[in-house]
Structure formats: C-alpha cells, structure tokens
C-alpha cells in the first residue's frame, strides 16, 4: 500500500521544485520519502532527497537550528549506510556541533549521533577509541557497571 503513495510523493516533490515551495514542511516530505526510499533499499535515490532537506533547511532554519543538525545527521546515516565513511564522518561531526550548541547535554538526539559516530569509526578502523567511547555513553545512559 505504501509503495503505491511513493509515485505521487515523488511528484508533489517535482511541484516543490518547480515552484520553489521550499519550507520546514518541503523539507520534512524530503526527509520522509528518502527515509521510506532508504528503507526499501534504495539508498542512492534516497541520497539527493535528503542532501535537498539540508540545503532547504540551511536556507529556511539556518545552520545552527536543531533540525538542520538531524538533516545532516541523516545525509550521514544515508553514505554510512552506502559504505562511504569518509564523506559520512564529517557530516556526523558537524551534525554534533550544531546538537551541542542547542541541546542540553546529554539530550537523546546527541547520545544517538555520538554513537552513529563512534560506529562509523570502528568501520573505519578506530575500534579501540570507538568502544572506549560506546562503554562510556552505556555507563551513563544505562546505569550498567562493568568490573
């Protein structure tokens, strides 16, 4: 059923374009639809749609909005999830900047981007100073305590 909705989903984003709606909302439709592309496995036609929800929400939010930093976090998780770790990984960082600017510490949505980082280093190799980190954030956000 839902698979039925994507074609005209992707043709009310054509209409945004073509009449240059760009707003939150626009940006959130991008952001829905990549997410259900993404899902259903197609991460390169995914990855468009979520690059246009950050740049709307550059433009409508500015950079240093709460929504701007999850637009970043997911064009990340998107090349994370393609294998392109060196692309993601400056994404993550810069989606944690802005998150720590504008949430209070130990809010969810940094505790969920750290760790996204701290997985993608250890793809990448950091698997030392990834787990170091990844026992950190259970320690504080669990309560678990390790001998």
Not at 40 to 50: M, N, S, T, V
Not at 80 to 85: E, F, K, L, M
Not at 104 to 109: A, K, N, T, V
Request: charged residues 25%.
């Amino acid at each position: 059923m839902r698979f039925q909705l994507l074609p005209h989903a992707l043709k009310l984003l054509d209409w945004i374009d073509q009449f240059e709606a760009h707003t939150e909302q626009s940006a959130s439709l991008q952001d829905w639809v990549a997410c259900y592309l993404q899902a259903i496995g197609h991460r390169k036609q995914a990855e468009p749609l979520y690059r246009q929800a950050l740049a709307i929400r550059q433009r409508v939010l500015g950079e240093e909005h709460p929504a701007t930093a999850d637009s970043y976090n997911n064009v990340a998780m998107n090349l994370d999830a393609q294998g392109r770790y060196q692309e993601a990984e400056p994404l993550y960082r810069r989606a944690l900047e802005i998150l720590r600017a504008t949430l209070p510490p130990g809010h969810p949505l940094i505790e969920e981007t750290q760790a996204s980082l701290d997985i993608l280093l250890t793809k990448r190799g950091g698997f030392r100073s990834a787990i170091r980190k990844l026992l950190a954030f259970w320690k504080t956000t669990h309560a678990v305590r390790f001998r």
